[in-house]
């Protein structure tokens, strides 16, 4: 099939051509059944980015899943609307996802509470400032750039040229030692 028409094709030739992996038929389906999918899956998950890529998840499915869908069992869009179902349900119930939504949620509370109370950190108030530079030196150079500078564990042990656990080691004896201050 070289140009397909959403119009001019039955279910049973949409099958067929999606089986036979005509890469028309996927814009075909596309056009004629994703504002339907898109309902089914923004209605399971409401973060409309995630939404976005279920739907994308779910041609994709369609079109590697193509072999299996039986006609006995059901019509071609009720497969594919379980198809989104099941998929968004996954996205759900995925460790990914519920992480994600309690980190943007700590993420937002934290910015609006900031925001709200014109909070900035400044370590030279609090005096921690003062406290890093009494540490030794080696101790203080994996604090700046760890918790000043926003440097990750393995960053900072490459700007530091010191193995990791060195790295992880000296944070732990530095706020050993600052907590040693606050007692």
Do not use: C
Request: hydrophobic content about 40%.
């Amino acid at each position: 099939m070289t140009a397909l028409k959403k119009s001019s094709l039955t279910e049973p030739e949409l099958v067929l051509a999606l089986q036979s992996k005509d890469p028309a038929v996927l814009k075909t389906l596309y056009s004629m059944y994703s504002s339907a999918l898109y309902g089914v899956i923004s209605r399971i998950i409401t973060h409309t980015e995630l939404a976005e890529d279920v739907l994308q998840e779910t041609f994709v499915k369609i079109w590697q899943s193509a072999a299996h869908y039986d006609n006995t069992k059901g019509r071609l869009f009720t497969w594919m609307m379980n198809i989104a179902r099941n998929l968004s349900i996954d996205k759900l119930r995925s460790k990914d996802f519920k992480n994600s939504l309690k980190n943007q949620d700590i993420e937002n509370n934290v910015s609006f509470v900031d925001e709200q109370n014109k909070v900035t950190f400044n370590p030279d108030v609090l005096g921690v400032k003062q406290l890093v530079e009494n540490l030794k030196p080696d101790l203080q150079a994996v604090l700046n750039l760890v918790y000043y500078k926003g440097y990750t564990h393995v960053e900072a042990a490459e700007k530091l040229d010191l193995p990791l656990g060195t790295v992880k080691t000296r944070i732990r004896l530095a706020i050993i030692e600052l907590r040693r201050s606050f007692n």
